[in-house]
Structure formats: structure tokens, C-alpha cells
């Protein structure tokens, strides 16, 4: 490489070096110390429980990527959305190994796309300073009744798709999915109302893993029922955190 070459290397290189500096102050400046905390312990905890109850690293890495990946998504920061596109490709082998094939499928064909068309709109409708996501305006009723009929009749098709599959608990798995579904169009959307239906969506898969850690006698999936909970936590602190999001974004608005 000549001179000129390598003088044009270090300039673009310095460039991006700066740059990730700027992204990286400006994400550690979004969170706050004590949030920090409460995410140590809920990691700590899924990391314990893997240990104790004999995970495979598979089960304890998805676990622990997929809490933090919400814990962005609350905060409305677009590499969240990214993160939760990786764990779900991860949780797809879990729920292989446990026949849970209609969370397969959701992930497959839902969650996974889901997250990479919202890393593209999250990304566009960032504040250009802190690079959280505008929160959309609100959505009419014509498209709340339009969006469910669309997603009822989604979960009624793949309901057979589900049972031809002899997925186990097929009527929570159907649910699970139709719910999973709706959140997933609200997240797209850039819409609080997402975490209400996550939250369902948690209590659903709480109960999946408690039928199956019961019948199958397996405790090495007790990291993944767990972060059920956390998930839910979680939920609640988003749909709050949002809801401030918008006010500030309404007064700035004005």
C-alpha cells in the first residue's frame, strides 16, 4: 500500500472510530445506573439458574440475550429490535427440541421478520439526538378492526397448520401465536399498545413451559420459563416508559 493509500485508510478509519465512539456515549448515556442494575440481576439470575439446573450454553445464551434485547426495545432504541432477531433464531432450536412447533413457526415466519422490518422503521423514525424512536401517532379504529380481522384469520389457518404438526398444546400454542402476531404489528407501527399484548403473550408462555417442564419432568429449560417473568416485568416498565415517550414527544411537538 502507498503513502496514499495508507494516509486514506487511517482517515476513514479515525472517521469511523469517532463515530462509534459518539454511538457508543450516547447509548450508555440512554441508561440509566440503576437500570443497569436491575439488568445485572435479572442476567445474574438466568445465568445461576442455567448452571444449577444443567442448561446447555444454547438455552442460557438465548435467555439472556433475549432479556436484554427487550429491555432496549423498552427503551426504545432500535439495536434492541436487532438483538431480539438474533435470540429468536436461537429460541427456533429450543422449541425444536421441545416440539413446540407453533413457536417455531411464529418465530420463522413472524417474530423474525417482524424484527427486521422494525430495525429499518426504527431506525428511520429515530430523534436524530438521542436516536430513540419517535412513538407513532395514534392509530384509528378502522385499522385496530382491519389489523384484527387480518390476524384472526392468520391464527385460524395456521391453527391447522399447527394441529397436521401435532404440536403439543395446540389451543395455547394457536394463542399464543394470534397474540404474538398483533404485537408484532404494533411494534412495526411504533405502538405502546405492543406491550400490553406481550404481556399476554408472556402469561401464554409461561403456562407452555409450565405444562412442559411438568410432563417431561426436564428442569433444564428452568432459564427459559423464567425469563417469562422478566419478560413480563419488563413489559410493564416498556409500556410505561413509552407512554412518557409520547407525552415528551407531544410537547415537543407544540
Do not use: H
Amino acid at each position: 500500500m502507498n503513502e496514499y493509500g495508507t494516509s486514506t485508510f487511517k482517515k476513514y478509519y479515525n472517521r469511523a472510530k469517532l463515530i462509534s465512539w459518539i454511538y457508543a456515549k450516547r447509548f450508555l448515556q440512554q441508561i440509566k445506573w440503576y437500570e443497569w442494575l436491575y439488568m445485572f440481576f435479572f442476567e445474574a439470575t438466568l445465568i445461576v439458574l442455567g448452571c444449577v439446573f444443567g442448561s446447555d450454553a444454547l438455552v442460557i445464551i438465548c435467555s439472556t440475550l433475549s432479556v436484554f434485547a427487550i429491555f432496549l426495545t423498552c427503551k426504545g432504541i432500535w439495536i434492541g429490535a436487532l438483538l431480539n432477531a438474533i435470540q429468536a433464531f436461537m429460541y427456533c432450536f429450543i422449541c425444536l427440541n421441545n416440539q413446540f412447533y407453533g413457536e417455531v413457526i411464529t418465530n420463522v415466519c413472524i417474530s423474525i421478520p417482524s424484527y427486521l422490518i422494525s430495525v429499518y422503521t426504527w431506525a428511520k423514525n429515530s430523534n436524530r439526538g438521542n436516536k430513540v424512536v419517535k412513538v407513532s401517532k395514534k392509530i384509528s379504529w378502522k385499522e385496530w378492526l382491519i389489523s384484527f380481522i387480518v390476524v384472526s384469520a392468520i391464527t385460524v389457518a395456521f391453527y391447522f397448520v399447527l394441529r397436521a404438526l401435532n404440536t403439543d398444546n395446540l389451543i395455547w400454542s394457536t394463542i399464543s401465536l394470534g397474540i404474538c402476531i398483533y404485537a408484532f404489528y404494533m411494534m412495526i407501527r411504533r405502538c405502546e399498545y405492543m406491550f400490553l399484548l406481550y404481556i399476554i403473550a408472556n402469561i401464554v408462555g409461561i403456562m407452555l413451559w409450565i405444562f412442559k417442564i411438568i410432563n417431561d419432568k426436564d428442569v433444564s429449560t428452568i432459564p427459559v420459563f423464567a425469563r417469562y417473568f422478566m419478560f413480563t416485568a419488563l413489559n410493564i416498565y416498556g409500556f410505561i416508559n413509552w407512554l412518557n415517550m409520547r407525552k415528551k414527544q407531544n410537547a415537543r411537538n407544540q
